[in-house]
């Protein structure tokens, strides 16, 4: 093979590593929460990393798909269309070293509201300076497909990268590709819907992966992003019903499952080595726990809800009695009101009685 031919080899194979970084082929959906009838106006954040075991490409910022989607009363999808804006992406390999990439995109949507199809092309351009390569374009055709996990008269949500993931590690590819995303009915008989909430999601999303990202993140961070993310979600709760919907659609507020999911495994690492943190700041985190729904009955996965709702019991009572040793009854007050708040009565006992 001549020098030529192999680096556009590379080149084309890096193509294909990053274009099915962003979408994979299309695949059947299984879910209870369709897009109810209306036309959406969506937004996702892509993140992540896929690797073959010899080449990695990393979304090096977020990358940023937007859609627009009717879809009709007989759940029919009849109008849609798509964007990925360019988003850059790094591409490491021990053949090419050090590899700078692009990912654009555009095309259409079809399906159902259960199963909204993908089709389009992703425009992929790619430097590789180790190879003396630089402004190679590749088009690559974009399939797949996406649906709700959770929907309202008013808002969906789910990840558009479910299929992509599903296909990647069926491929034998490793991969942490995540696009969670946020769509709100802006048109439907007499309503109209909140025009006004991408910029605030996308901002909403980057800081959930930067707090969890970080190895001990404050608490007041914490608490302060719960918050964040509860204003975002009440605000655009606007609608209780809409006379349009299915009748099996769950009408009004939804948990946020991504934000929950996240919130739950930033916590899990938090918990499981929690020094550095006192018995005020665990308390502040399992209030902020219990607000977003990953501890406690309005917990959407109750056997994580469970499993966490132990560790913060198990670490408030190794802080209630390093409390105890050293005096702090401040401490000590508001661990027994979050253990209290939690349904922790033998905890919030031992707590009262030393507190008070």
């Known amino acids: 093979m001549n020098g030529k031919l192999m680096k556009k080899t590379s080149a084309l194979f ?6 099915c970084s962003v979408i994979a082929g299309p695949a059947a959906a299984t879910t209870s929460a369709p897009f109810p009838p209306g036309t959406w106006r969506g937004k996702g954040v892509w993140t992540g990393a896929i690797s073959n075991g010899q080449v990695s490409a990393v979304v090096a910022s977020p990358g ?11 759940g029919t999808v009849t109008e849609g269309q798509w964007s990925l804006n360019p988003t850059d992406v790094n591409v490491e390999g021990p053949s090419i ?3 700078t990439g692009n990912i654009s995109g555009m095309g259409g949507l079809g399906g159902t509201g259960s ?6 092309t992703n425009y992929v351009s790619m430097d590789i300076p180790s190879q003396g390569v630089s402004g190679i374009g590749v088009e690559v055709p974009a399939s797949g497909s996406f649906w709700a996990t959770t929907a309202s008269c008013t808002f969906v949500q ?3 990268a479910n299929v992509a993931r599903d296909e990647q590690m069926a491929a034998g590819f490793s991969t942490s590709i995540i696009s969670p995303f946020t769509a709100t009915r802006i048109a439907a008989p007499g309503e109209k819907g909140n025009e006004s909430w991408d910029e ?5 999303v980057e800081d959930m992966m930067s707090v969890a990202g970080k190895a001990k993140p404050d608490a007041q961070e914490v608490s302060d992003l719960v918050d964040a993310i509860m204003k975002f979600q009440a605000v655009l709760v ?9 009748e099996n659609l769950e009408k009004g507020k939804q948990p946020y499952t991504w934000f929950v999911e996240k919130f739950t495994e930033m916590m899990n690492k938090i918990l499981k080595d929690p020094s550095g943190y006192t018995g005020a700041d665990i308390s502040e985190m399992l209030f902020a726990a219990v607000q977003i729904g990953a501890v406690g009955s309005a917990a959407p996965d109750q056997e994580a809800a469970q499993a966490l709702g132990d560790q913060f019991k198990e670490v408030l009572t190794q802080k209630l009695n390093e409390d105890i ?3 702090n009854k401040n401490d000590a007050l508001l661990i027994y009101l979050a253990a209290k708040q939690a349904g922790y009565n033998d905890l919030a006992d031992q707590a009262h009685q030393f507190a008070l």
């Open 238 to 246: 606007k609608a209780a019903s809409c006379t349009d919907a299915p």
């Open 97 to 99: 070293g050090t590899a």
């Open 158 to 160: 789910g990840d558009l």
């Open 200 to 204: 605030a999601y996308v901002a909403l």
């Open 325 to 327: 040793a050293s005096g």
């Open 14 to 19: 890096i193509a294909g590593l990053l274009a």
């Open 64 to 74: 940023i798909m937007s859609f627009e989607v009717q879809v009709a009363p007989d």
């Open 115 to 120: 199963n909204i199809t993908i089709e389009g």
